[in-house]
Nanobody, 121 residues
Framework: VQLQASGGGLVQAGGSLRLSCAASGRSVSRYAMGWFRQAPGKEREFVAAISSGGGVTNYADSLKDRFTISRDKDKNTVHLQMNSLKPEDTAVYYC???????????????WGQGTLVTVSS
């Protein structure tokens, strides 16, 4: 399974960005997908996850009011819509894939290369 994240960039506080993660490989549609982020000098943290069928989502409590994860099964692509962005959202955002549920733990098998999101104040 290969994962390609895109959509990062520079945005002002209060703005929005939509990240995408294109997945390819055998049986990729059977994998749950997740987004994680790592800010400079901090540990990687869970952002959101979605089940293989798209019917179950899981969010970090602090982000669920501003971020939305979705899945385009036909295109094997997962999106992360981020609204009302804050400077503290600045981080490298990684997508990941795993068999099983849309977990918040970092026990994902496959990881993308990350896309940088910078939110200016």
């Amino acid at each position: 399974v290969q994962l390609q994240a895109s959509g990062g960039g520079l945005v002002q506080a209060g703005g929005s960005l939509r990240l995408s993660c294109a997945a390819s490989g055998r049986s990729v549609s059977r994998y749950a997908m997740g987004w994680f982020r790592q800010a400079p000098g901090k540990e990687r943290e869970f952002v959101a996850a979605i089940s293989s069928g798209g019917g179950v989502t899981n969010y970090a409590d602090s982000l669920k009011d501003r971020f939305t994860i979705s899945r385009d099964k036909d295109k094997n692509t997962v999106h992360l819509q981020m609204n009302s962005l804050k400077p503290e959202d600045t981080a490298v955002y990684y997508c990941a894939a795993r068999r099983g549920g849309a977990r918040s733990s970092s026990e994902y098998t496959y990881w993308g290369q990350g896309t940088l999101v910078t939110v200016s104040s």
